[in-house]
């Protein structure tokens, strides 16, 4: 048996109980995707046949879950098999990375921008630095204290000279993001964070 947790979100429409993996394939004629009234629904597989086919222990009562549930687990163990490889690879780039850090005493240390006083965040404020990745606060602060403020935005950033390598580094680590097996401490990576954002940290 394969244990892997897969989860397949799916739509069923209200009308006949029609499922579907996305609102485009429940639509009528002249109807738009966001106007199907559907409910929104999810199942989690946790266990498969050596084949690859849901377990029947797990298997949903919709064969196209079904289906979708098989597709994710091949696409997903088609990665992991490429993690040794992708781990060579990733930790030759991180070394270049961070000797290039190192090289020129280039520190790490969070910058904060305040967007009130300085205005919106872009690289051309930050000469020979470049952006590779942006990430926005999921704080619940914001839904409650900070509900007048805008989310912090978190600008992770290398020098121009490696962008290259921490572009290519980075599309590694996204492609492994679901293999818990992946060394992600072993090929982090030297990088400064810009926090921009319209209030303190907190």
Do not use: C
Not at 4 to 25: F, H
Not at 118 to 129: A, L
Not at 151 to 165: D, F, G, N, R, W
């Amino acid at each position: 048996m394969i244990k892997r947790t897969i989860k397949v979100e799916y739509l069923r429409r209200r009308k006949d109980s029609k499922i579907s993996l996305t609102s485009e394939d429940l639509t009528e004629a002249g109807q738009k995707p966001w106007e199907v009234d559907a409910v929104d629904l999810a199942e989690t597989f946790t266990l498969f046949t050596n084949r690859g086919k849901v377990s029947k222990t797990q298997a949903s009562a919709y064969q196209i879950v079904n289906e979708e549930a098989e597709r994710k687990l091949a696409e997903l163990l088609d990665v992991e098999s490429q993690r040794k490889a992708d781990e060579k690879r990733a930790k030759e780039l991180a070394q270049r990375i961070n000797h290039y850090f190192e090289a020129n005493n280039l520190n790490q240390d969070e910058v904060e921008w305040d967007e009130v006083v300085q205005g919106t965040f872009d690289d051309t404020k930050t000469p020979g630095w470049v952006t590779i990745k942006i990430k926005a606060s999921h704080s619940n602060w914001y839904q409650s204290a900070g509900e007048l403020h805008s989310p912090s935005l978190y600008h992770t950033q290398v020098p121009v000279a490696v962008e290259k390598e921490a572009r290519e580094l980075q599309d590694i680590r996204r492609k492994h993001q679901n293999d818990i097996k992946f060394d992600f401490f072993g090929t982090d990576y030297a990088k400064r964070i810009i926090r921009e954002a319209d209030h303190d940290n907190y």
